[in-house]
């Protein structure tokens, strides 16, 4: 974990809303991992007070991307700033996915903007020749993000929208039920990012087919390091984790859902 | 040549820059040298371990932020253990900061810290809004009588200087810290966060999981600076100037107000190493007012 100073190169809308930022930093690209984030400090001044947490969405030769949606202030502020403009990052922050290859099957579970880190997972992947199941659900089609990318480097994508404007109709985790029950499940791996019911539900579907499944976590954060204590997340055997530090990537096992 | 050196109690600090309780820890060692400080106040303790309270705990607000974290902390006997071997490994002096249900809570937390060598001083925080201190519905800090009480049975327990952090969600401050310096505090720290809220009009939900939290950062730098003055101009004891602290100038301000010393809170979470850049700030200005110790800046507003 490092504080420093990061130039955009890239920043641009890629849907309605949704943005996508190239930052150059040899540190950044040399020590993150996927699922790891960076607390960014969106305004040159104090406009918007804290940083805030951004999933390391691809990792790059010489530097890192980062995918967001304009929600509120500070993202607004973001999407504001532009080429050449410096950044001030501390990153990469907290635990990110435990991968380690092998022979396990992968099972990629995204909702809405749970694309963001799991791309930078993929594409590790792809780089041991591994070719994942990727599952990606939205409320509509234009919000279906990184299916090209997903698909770019091999893995087979299933696409689902809530109000079924592309590919199946319904919920991701519908699409991975389905899944389970065509393919040989044992030996493989869930890993999933997304709203917090969504990923309770597919906690609960990893639980019932005795499958491990690793989960990614989004809480309002303030320091990002461990510090103040304002990103808890309940857990199983009592008591709070931090997401910051503790996570973002838990066992989903260990979260009281 | 600029000397930083100022007096709290007992202790002396080498220069008036201090990391706020529950905003700094020593997970921050990979990207400030917390040694520089001149003083590092820890996470509140209580005697027993606290769970804390639901999320979401912060919030931003404009130029500032809510938290209700409710004192999540182990416990003492934990601190004692497993918290202070790491805090040993810092230079800076360290001073510990406590809350309990009642007087005798605190005083069996001054005795214990009282024994752990490196503890140089105790915080007492009479004033976290985020909890309830057993029957009262009010804060320690919000009454002159348990002001009193607490801090003058924390002083027959303990030898370290005390310093009583103060809340300003209070119809006059200037009584309770007259209170605190009667009961034997060497200093008060001020001001803790103010109560507040926030609500989300989709959801028709409060933010934070605990409905209200304490508003810090930039937003309560006018209020904290107005608190800070009173005091000093009430009380001989020192008094410790907290509240949106940003950079060197909003330090000086709170020293000109008569703040003997500073502490920065919020402000880590935006710059890790807003403290360290204080210290620099305030000797350059110093030097260039051709000042040579703190103490010609303390109090020296003009009117």
């Known amino acids: 974990m490092k504080q420093l100073k990061a130039k955009i190169i890239e920043n641009r809308m890629i849907a309605q809303g949704f943005y996508k930022m190239r930052l150059r930093s040899e540190c950044l690209a040399k020590k993150s991992k996927p699922g790891q984030f960076v607390e960014i400090k969106c305004s040159k001044g104090h406009e918007v007070l804290l940083r805030r947490p951004f999933s390391v969405h691809r990792i790059l030769n010489g530097g890192i991307e980062v995918l967001y949606e304009v929600i509120g202030r500070g993202t607004k502020s973001l999407s504001a700033r532009g080429k050449g403009d410096s950044l001030d990052i501390i990153g990469p922050i907290g635990r990110g996915f435990e991968f380690s290859g092998g022979k396990r099957r992968a099972l990629i579970v995204a909702g809405g903007m749970g694309v963001a880190p799991l791309l930078c997972l993929a594409e590790k992947m792809a780089k041991k020749r591994i070719r994942p199941y990727v599952m990606i659900g939205a409320k509509t089609a234009s919000h279906i993000i990184c299916e090209k990318e997903f698909k770019k480097i091999g893995s087979f994508v299933i696409v689902s929208t809530e109000d079924g404007s592309k590919g199946n109709k319904g919920f991701v985790t519908g699409c991975l039920t389905a899944l389970l029950s065509t393919i040989n499940y044992k030996l493989s791996t869930i890993y999933a990012c997304g709203p917090h019911p969504m990923l309770k539900a597919v906690a609960n579907i990893a639980d019932n087919h005795g499958i491990p499944c690793q989960v990614s976590l989004e809480e309002r954060m303030a320091c990002g390091v461990g510090a103040c204590l304002g990103c808890p997340v309940k857990i199983r055997s009592g008591g709070y984790k931090m997401v910051c530090k503790d996570g973002p990537v838990f066992d989903a096992k260990e979260i009281a859902w | ?303």
Do not use: W
């Not at chain 2, 201090?18 to 700094?24: L, W």
């Not at chain 2, 933010?207 to 939290?213: P, Q, S, Y």
């Not at chain 2, 004891?237 to 809170?265: N, P, T």
């Not at chain 2, 110093?286 to 109090?299: D, F, N, P, S, Y």
């Open chain 2, 1 to 303: 040549m600029v000397k930083l050196e100022t007096k709290i109690g007992k202790l002396r600090l080498k220069n008036p820059v201090m990391a706020a309780s529950g905003t700094f820890g020593p997970e921050y060692g990979e990207l400030v040298d917390i040694n520089k400080l001149g003083a590092y106040i820890t996470k509140t303790i209580t005697l027993n371990a606290r769970i804390g309270n639901s999320p979401p705990r912060v919030c931003e607000t404009p130029s500032g932020m809510l938290n209700s974290i409710g004192l999540e902390n182990k416990g003492l006997d934990d601190f004692i253990k497993n918290k202070i071997p790491e805090l040993k490994r810092l230079k800076a002096p360290l001073i510990a900061s406590i809350a309990g249900d009642n007087a005798n809570e605190f005083q069996e937390l001054a005795k214990a810290l009282s024994k752990v060598k490196r503890i140089l001083a105790l915080e007492i925080n009479l004033s976290c809004p985020n909890v309830k201190h057993g029957k009262r519905d009010f804060l320690i800090a919000q009454d002159e009588e348990a002001t009193y009480e607490i801090i003058e049975s924390v002083r027959r327990s303990t030898a370290l200087t005390i310093i009583a952090k103060l809340s300003p969600n209070v119809t006059d401050i200037k009584n309770i810290a007259k209170a605190a310096e009667r009961a034997g505090a060497d200093a008060v720290s001020l001001i803790n966060t103010l109560v507040g809220m926030a609500v989300d009009i989709d959801t028709k939900r409060p933010v934070l999981g605990n409905i209200t939290g304490g508003l810090s950062g930039p937003a309560i730098k006018p209020v904290a600076l107005r608190m800070v003055r009173e005091v000093y101009n009430s009380v001989r004891i020192q008094v410790i100037g907290i509240g949106g602290i940003m950079d060197h100038k909003d330090a000086i301000e709170f020293m000109l107000c008569g703040a003997s010393a500073v502490q920065v809170g919020t402000a880590n979470f935006v710059n890790p190493t807003t403290s360290i850049e204080i210290i620099d700030g305030i000797k350059n200005y110093m030097a260039k007012h051709k000042m040579k110790e703190v103490r010609e800046l303390i109090g020296a507003l003009k009117r």
